[in-house]
T-cell receptor, first 117, second 109 residues
Framework: GAVVSQHPSWVICKSGTSVKIECRSLDFQATTMFWYRQFPKQSLMLMATSNEGSKATYEQGVEKDKFLINHASLTLSTLTVTSAHPEDSSFYIC?????????????FGPGTRLTVT | GEDVEQSLFLSVREGDSSVINCTYTDSSSTYLYWYKQEPGAGLQLLTYIFSNMDMKQDQRLTVLLNKKDKHLSLRIADTQTGDSAIYFCAAPRGFKTIFGAGTRLFVKA
């Protein structure tokens, strides 16, 4: 149980285009989903927290107009990188929180590697 | 300083035990987590420990928690080449989770 999928697993796009990444909780409902960015050999950097049906909360320094997050349902959140540039190339990982109490463990998707040329 | 700190690299021989250490700053953390990340993949929750516990064992994994020193460790017994990965220590902060930089475990055959 507690499986999170991401699509696509990798994407190459041209500079100036937009890319949408989907994150789905397959066998549970996730009231909260998180989007992270990971640079090579570095830890995860939290970009934003999204709750179903409400606007995402972005971390300081993350441009909300560039990284659009939509949490349309309890099983789906999307991250759209708008007008992508080479510096947006990174590994993007989503996670979903199981429940609001207890251990609050997060379950992670397999990640999406974005390369902007 | 960082909320969660880890050493960045550990190399062990196959069959030996691996010990990955972590320190954290927030004494109110109710749970502490260990995640594993294999190359090109997302994070896999390995185990977690409640803050009122000193130790938790799960097959080859043993988690030790020293709450006084805010020190957490993960011991992997009989380390295998398949254990080669990055291991992240993590602590909750409100609704967020703060991750350490990750310890890269390299297992020599």
């Amino acid at each position: 149980g507690a499986v999170v999928s991401q699509h696509p697993s990798w994407v190459i796009c041209k500079s100036g285009t937009s890319v949408k990444i989907e994150c789905r909780s397959l066998d549970f409902q996730a009231t909260t989903m998180f989007w992270y960015r990971q640079f090579p050999k570095q830890s995860l950097m939290l970009m934003a927290t999204s709750n179903e049906g409400s606007k995402a909360t972005y971390e300081q320094g993350v441009e909300k107009d560039k990284f659009l997050i939509n949490h349309a349902s309890l099983t789906l959140s999307t991250l759209t990188v708008t007008s992508a540039h080479p510096e947006d190339s990174s590994f993007y990982i989503c996670s979903a929180r199981v429940g609001a109490g207890g251990a609050n463990e997060q379950y992670f998707g397999p990640g999406t590697r974005l390369t902007v040329t | 300083g960082e909320d969660v700190e880890q050493s960045l690299f550990l190399s062990v021989r196959e069959g030996d035990s691996s010990v990955i250490n972590c320190t954290y700053t927030d004494s109110s953390s109710t749970y502490l987590y260990w995640y594993k990340q294999e190359p090109g993949a997302g994070l896999q929750l390995l185990t977690y420990i409640f803050s009122n516990m000193d130790m938790k064992q799960d097959q080859r994994l043993t988690v030790l928690l020293n709450k006084k020193d805010k020190h957490l460790s993960l011991r992997i017994a009989d380390t295998q080449t398949g254990d080669s990965a990055i291991y992240f220590c993590a602590a909750p902060r409100g609704f967020k989770t703060i991750f350490g930089a990750g310890t890269r475990l390299f297992v020599k055959a």
